[in-house]
């Protein structure tokens, strides 16, 4: 099977302005991901997060009455201006893992199958079984649930929903990983295996996740944005953002001064 190791795609986001009902809620957004790096979003409730996260793959579109301008540039094109046959493909590269867990109404082994089904990898047989496994093996499941991969996904733990969910995105072989307040559902162990997952799979991927919890980003970010209104106030290396921000409202934040 083919490696997926990241290729040095550029997640660039240029002066995106996105409003809702007339209310803005990102504005003048500039940013740019790194390759193969944890990148924390933070920032007070109703700053902005989720909505740029769900930006990066158009998933903000479900929302009525929304208006964006700016770009989103992946390989040197805009996904903004991307048409809806293109969008399969965007969320292909550019997969989702939902604040909670979402299995599909299926089996174990279904759900890891299905994003490949729906475009056409893996075909044969035998590679759908190789690709499951291998998947399933890479965020830590494999064991668990080798002996029941045919049983509703839904039957298993929260934590190992999670994990499946995990592994339904990659088996896809996605550039970027969206992780929308992925562990805070769960409880400390599987939260923690969920951490060392992201710290581990940086190696082959991109992740940017939203975090309320500032502890989580201390520990595992590369990479941090603080937003506050729809405004990023300061983004860079994380380590010394956090050890020695240079705006006054981040070191406030980072105080705990307002939440």
Not at 29 to 34: A, E, W, Y
Not at 172 to 178: K, M, R, S, T
């Amino acid at each position: 099977m083919e490696d997926n190791t990241i290729k040095n795609v550029p997640l660039i986001v240029e002066n995106l302005n996105l409003s809702i009902e007339g209310n803005k809620i990102l504005k003048n957004v500039n940013l740019t991901f790194p390759n193969n790096k944890i990148s924390c979003i933070i920032g007070p409730s109703g700053c902005g997060k989720t909505t740029l996260l769900k930006s990066l793959n158009r998933l903000h579109e479900t929302t009525d009455n929304l208006d964006v301008d700016g770009r989103i540039m992946l390989d040197g094109k805009d996904i903004i201006k991307a048409g809806d046959s293109e969008l399969i493909e965007l969320r292909r590269r550019i997969g989702l893992v939902p604040q909670r867990p979402c299995p599909l109404p299926m089996s174990i082994y279904e759900n890891v199958a299905y994003g490949c089904r729906i475009h056409g990898m893996h075909r044969r047989r035998k590679e759908m079984a190789q690709t499951v496994e291998k998947y399933l093996i890479e965020v830590g499941l494999w064991d668990e649930v080798k002996d029941r991969l045919h049983s509703p996904a839904n039957r298993l733990s929260i934590g190992q929903q999670q994990r499946l969910c995990l592994a339904r995105s990659l088996a896809v072989e996605p550039d970027f990983i969206l992780a929308d307040e992925a562990t805070s559902a769960l409880d400390p162990i599987s939260s923690k295996k969920i951490e060392d997952l992201f710290v581990t799979l940086k190696e082959k991927y991109s992740i940017i996740m939203v975090t309320h919890t500032l502890s989580q980003a201390l520990r595992i970010a590369d990479h941090a944005v603080f937003l506050y209104l729809g405004e990023v106030i300061e983004t860079g290396d994380a380590k010394e953002m956090f050890s020695n921000p240079k705006q006054e409202l981040t070191r406030k934040y980072l105080q705990g001064l307002f939440s």
